[in-house]
Structures are given as C-alpha cells and as structure tokens.
C-alpha cells in the first residue's frame, strides 16, 4: 500500500509531510483510491490539502486504531482469524465463504413433507443486504462529528470487499439528504458532500428509522442489512421506541429483511438501553473522546 501511495506521490509531485502520508495511505487503503480515474485522484488529492476535516478524520483514525479494528471486526461481525493479509486471496476467500454461507442457509430453510423436499432457491438467489449508516448531526453532535466520520472509513473496505452497497443518512429531526455508495466504490461528489454535511438543532430517531425502512424495501431482493446508528444516545422521541408500533416496525425490518442493528454512543452515561432494545450490538466513544 505505501509503494501505491509512493507512486501517486510521485506521480503528481505533491510535497507532503510524514503525517499527511501516513493519513494519505489510511485513505487510499479504505477507500480504493487504485480504482479512480488519473483526473479523480487528482481531484481527491487537491480535496485532501484543502479539507482540514478529511485530514483531521484520518488522523482521529489512525489514533484510534485498536477502535478502528473493533468497529471493522464486528460491523457486520467478521472472525478475526479468518482475515488474510492478501488483497487477492481475501477477495477470494470471502466470495467462498459467502457462497458456502448461503448454501447454509438453502439447508437450513429446506423443509420435508412426507418424501418431497422443498427447496427456497430464490433465497439462495438473494445478495447481501446493504449497511446502513445513521448519522446524527445535532447540536450535541457538532464536537464530535470528525470522530464519528472517521469511525464510518473502515465501513467503506467492508462493503467494497462484500459488495454491498453503503448508505450514509446524517440525521436531526428529519432527513434532508442521503448518500448511496454502490458497492462500497468512492463516489467523489458525494463523500465531499458527507465531508462537509453539518446540521444542527435536536435529533429524532423515528424519522430515520422509517427511512431506513424505506432502504431497506429498496432493497427487499437482499439478505442481511446491517445498521449503524451514530448517536449521542438521548433522542427526544426515544420515548417512542418502546411505543407497540416502533416495535412491529422494527420486528418486521428484523423479520423480512434480517436487519441487524449496532449502536455508537458518545457517552455511555447517556445511553438509554431500554429505549435501543433492537440493537444486537453497542459501543461507546467515551475511551476516544477523553
């Protein structure tokens, strides 16, 4: 990775310090910066000497490391064993490993009946579903918004290795726009505008949950859609979570489109765990902001 970044160095004469290489190699490691045109990576180079936050979100990543690796290993959950260090031999490995996952998957769902066997080939049809970021951009929010971007980074290589499509929903009281990364792939126009995206004011989490239903219909020809919402922990109508229509919203989103849903807390002193019942998986940002 650090002879690609060499070459690119090279290639369009930048002078750059060790730090701003380092975060360099971070970006073109998660973001397969190899797969954009001469004229993309140009325009991508030129973004990162001129965006302090692009800079900054790479250095909180590379700082938080051992965070990074976590987030990585367990959104969707991954064995740490099975990971190989060749690009290659990983791509490979991981397209076996899907196809003997849902093979599984056809047995497990194969049903008898006296001596006729059937089979649900058109689950075995079904892609990955797609990962699905929320991102709350609240007041509250505002501190910590560069440390919950560069959280999302690792993301972009898990779905680019699994071919699945990513969507980043900032959110407060409403939704004013998403962003859809086919496959993972680097859409420059959008990830400068998730870069740069800022709001303010109160967040509400049923709107985007909705939303993400919404997504997920989109999408109803795949199988486990994972979803990460970024939060301060306290939505002010997270009284309704626990309200009996939120709950059969979510227990269909879990049902018919085997959504699974993580949870990244600032502080776990604000965490309402009652109220994020639904998500199989939380961690807390209070070991990185101090």
Known sequence: MKDAVETLIKKFELDITTEQRECLCFLYEHLHLEELSDKEQHFFINYFYKSETLRNMAAFALELADIMHEIRENIPAIEQA??????????????????????????????????????????????????????????????????????ILPLFMNAHREKRDLYIVPFDRQIHVHYRFENGHLNLSDFKDFIEYKAKGEAAILPV??????????????????????????????????????????????????????????????????????????????????
């Open 82 to 151: 099975e990971r190989l260090a060749n690009g290659k031999e990983q791509r490979l490995y991981y397209e076996r490993k899907w196809q003997e996952t849902k093979r599984q998957q056809l047995k497990h769902h194969t049903t008898k009946k006296g001596n006729i066997l059937y089979v649900p080939f058109a689950e075995y049809k079904k892609e990955p579903g797609p990962m699905i970021v929320c991102l709350e951009q609240s007041t509250g929010m505002v501190a910590y918004s560069e440390l919950c971007k560069s959280m």
């Open 209 to 290: 949950l909705q939303f993400v239903k919404g997504l997920l219909k989109e999408n109803q020809q795949c199988i486990e859609a994972d979803i990460i919402i970024f939060t301060e922990g306290n939505p002010v109508d997270g009284q309704y979570l626990l309200g009996k229509r939120t709950k059969a919203m979510l227990e269909e989103m879990k049902h018919i489109y085997h959504a699974e849903f993580s949870v990244i807390a600032m502080h776990e002193q604000n965490f309402n765990e009652q109220q994020f019942w639904f998500a199989k998986k939380a961690f807390f940002a209070d070991d990185a902001i101090q």
